[in-house]
């Protein structure tokens, strides 16, 4: 059923409840007045209520919060975003041909301010079974969309929060039964930023349907030359059903003024394997939030993620695998590469309940410090109640070695040279492993620091 809504409706239900955060509600102001007055399925309406309600009753989160203790958001507590609703500044196909990936050329969704853009995307000769949209222009059952969209676990979480109370559209892709997708499948979300700083929420579900296998490329970017101040607040739900597998690539590269908070929330269906390869590049202050849960026996989980800083760039990443079934199986690899007066915080937690018995796992962390002045907070953490598993969790940090480097300037390498050829080694274990090999490239031959 359909129902037809103001923009004002959601504000108006919600009106009652004391507002705990000033700011924080002005930027849900401004999001809900961006919607649009259009007809949209009840069920839709509904989850934005929710959502709304929840931001109102929470505040922006500070170092005084224990998930939040090494990341300052003071300095987007500065910047009032507006909320772009409309392509303001259309790209043509040249302004994204240097984006468009060899392997996904007809496999490709295009978002620029959070806002579809058909004429950049193209979804041609997929297989049959397959389903890549916008949710306007969804085949599939709004009904068995609804089972999904927004029914991820933290959905109280204010980031993820406040993208559902604004959500106006969502890049789907199902995948159905037993269904393999040869080629990768590219999400490019765009910000094109101006004079005013900008907020855009994109959002993805993606659903593998039992036995099925697909290849996921994320992209979040800016309009190159167009540098600006600007916010993204992204959230994307993977659901990977029995004996599926997603493999799923997660590029951020901001533009250097920008914020980015991602959430990408997992649910794990029994014998089913989920492989991310997490790449932290851009931004000023950057925050992924990735979160498994497990919810059948036997699964397999491996997490690659690489982050590059330099300048006074922050990136924060804070994973969290729930394994709540016997046999699962997870591999966690983390690596920061922290130049200048750059910031790298990892906090990875591991969770083994009584239940989840015969667990194996494992996780690390290694950081290379490019400069006496550059921070590292790092903290793997276990939380193990069943007593029957096997599981491991460390850290490292170091710098590059004057022995290391000597050695290469007496083979006739430059020191500045040397440099680069270590930090690229370091980085070449993550980068090896994408399923992407253009990416690959193209990761291998620009300059990281």
Not at 202 to 220: K, N, T
Not at 376 to 389: C, F, G, R, S
């Amino acid at each position: 059923m359909s129902i037809q809504i103001s923009p004002s409706s959601i504000l108006n239900l919600t009106s009652g409840v004391l507002d705990r955060d000033i700011y924080l509600t002005g930027l849900l102001h401004r999001v809900v007045e961006g919607l649009h007055a259009t007809s949209v399925h009840a069920w839709l309406e509904e989850l934005r209520q929710r959502a709304a309600l929840s931001v109102r009753q929470s505040t922006l989160p500070t170092t005084r919060d224990e998930e939040w203790l090494s990341t300052d958001l003071s300095s987007l507590r500065q910047v009032q975003f507006d909320v772009e609703t409309s392509d303001a500044t259309p790209l043509q196909q040249i302004d994204i041909s240097s984006l468009i990936l060899p392997e996904a050329v007809n496999s490709r969704l295009v978002f620029v301010n959070g806002v579809y853009v058909p004429e950049l995307s193209s979804v041609l000769g997929l297989p049959d079974g397959v389903v890549v949209s916008n949710l306007a222009g969804l085949s599939v059952e709004t009904s068995r969309v609804r089972e999904y969209l927004g029914c991820a676990a933290g959905t109280d979480e204010v980031f993820t929060a406040l993208n559902t109370a604004g959500m106006t559209d969502v890049a789907v892709v199902w995948v159905a039964k037993n269904v393999v997708v040869e080629t990768p499948i590219h999400l490019l979300f765009i910000s094109a930023a101006g004079e005013t700083p900008i907020l855009s929420q994109p959002r993805c579900l993606v659903v593998a349907e039992s036995g099925s296998q697909v290849c996921l490329m994320e992209e979040f970017t800016n309009r190159r030359g167009a540098e600006g101040v600007y916010f993204t607040n992204a959230v994307t739900e993977i659901w990977l059903e029995e004996n599926s597998q997603v493999s799923h690539v997660r590029l951020q590269r901001e533009g250097e003024s920008a914020f980015h908070v991602g959430k990408s929330a997992i649910s794990q269906g029994r014998y089913s394997r989920y492989v991310c390869h997490a790449i932290a590049l851009g931004g000023k202050l950057s925050r992924h939030n990735l979160e498994i849960l497990q919810t059948g026996e036997q699964t397999e989980t491996t997490l690659n993620g690489l982050t590059i800083v330099g300048g006074n760039q922050v990136a924060d990443t804070h994973s969290a695998i729930a394994l709540n079934h016997p046999y699962g199986k997870s591999r966690q690899l983390h690596k920061c590469i922290v130049g200048d007066r750059a910031h790298s915080v990892f906090d990875g937690k591991i969770l083994v309940p009584k239940a989840a018995q015969l667990t194996d796992a494992a996780q690390l962390n290694r950081n290379l410090l490019l400069s006496s002045k550059a921070r590292v907070d790092t903290k793997p953490q276990l939380e193990i109640t069943a007593d029957n598993v096997k599981c491991a969790h460390g850290a490292t940090v170091s710098q590059l070695e004057d022995d290391e480097i000597f050695y290469l300037q007496s083979r006739g390498i430059d020191e500045n040279d040397a440099r680069s050829l270590l930090i690229n080694a370091f980085a070449a274990e993550i980068i090896n492993q994408l399923p992407v090999p253009s990416l690959q490239q193209r990761l291998t031959q620009q300059t990281l620091l």
